[in-house]
T-cell receptor, first 111, second 115 residues
């Protein structure tokens, strides 16, 4: 079955440093979503990418979808303490109705 | 946040007892999902539903059953709870239309402890 791998598992940064998490799928995806989960909370949808090579930005967050639609990345510029949490990618197939989640990258930010 | 509630929010039960978790939505979304979240395993799909009385298994469905008799409610049942089913359970919903693809909206979660 489809597998989605996410690295790194943990990332500790100093406030102001950049952060990147990578997502790789064993199969070609129709789309990919990114979610953020704050400690003790539930996953919250951030964004969805559907086109090969797509790049989307949300303030300090930049999301990319690879040309082959098998990998994706999330980059945060100049991290802040509010960025703390676990970031998940989820690879989907349009007609399947379900997505496969990566194991997440947990970001901690030292003030 | 999307209109999703889960009940109960916390439950402690004993091995061998049946447990039912409820997910309720007010968004009229077609798709509903049950996930479990354990340290080091991210979110793993248990079962999902693509309509009333239409359900399918996920990657960790053994020991779980589901039912969906109304659009707004999706029930997850552990017929005989085991300690390995101690976890946080999340319900999610998705519209899955042409424009929405697979984006999912999650409920607040249920923390289940099986002693």
């Amino acid at each position: 079955g489809q597998q989605v791998m996410q690295i790194p598992q943990y990332q500790h940064v100093q406030e102001g440093e950049d952060f990147t998490t990578y997502c790789n799928s064993s199969t070609t995806l129709s789309n990919i979503q990114w979610y953020k989960q704050r400690p003790g909370g539930h996953p919250v949808f951030l964004i969805q990418l559907v086109k090969s090579g797509e790049v989307k930005k949300q303030k300090r967050l930049t999301f990319q979808f690879g040309e082959a639609k098998k990998n994706s990345s999330l980059h945060i510029t100049a991290t802040q303490t509010t960025d703390v949490g676990t970031y998940f990618c989820a690879g989907g197939n349009t007609n399947a109705g379900k997505s496969t989640f990566g194991d997440g990258t947990t970001l901690t930010v030292k003030p | 946040d999307a209109g999703i509630t889960q009940s109960p929010r916390h439950k402690v039960t004993e091995t061998g007892t049946p447990v039912t978790l409820r997910c309720h939505q007010t968004e009229n979304h077609r798709y509903m999902y049950w996930y479990r979240q354990d340290p080091g395993h991210g979110l793993r799909l248990i079962h999902y539903s693509y309509g009333v009385k239409d359900t399918d298994k996920g990657e960790v469905s053994d020991g779980y059953s589901v039912s969906r008799s109304k659009t707004e409610d999706f029930l997850l049942t552990l017929e005989s709870a085991t300690s390995s089913q101690t976890s946080v359970y999340f319900c999610a919903i998705s519209a899955l239309g042409l424009d929405s693809y697979n984006e999912q909206f999650f409920g607040p979660g249920t923390r289940l402890t099986v002693l």
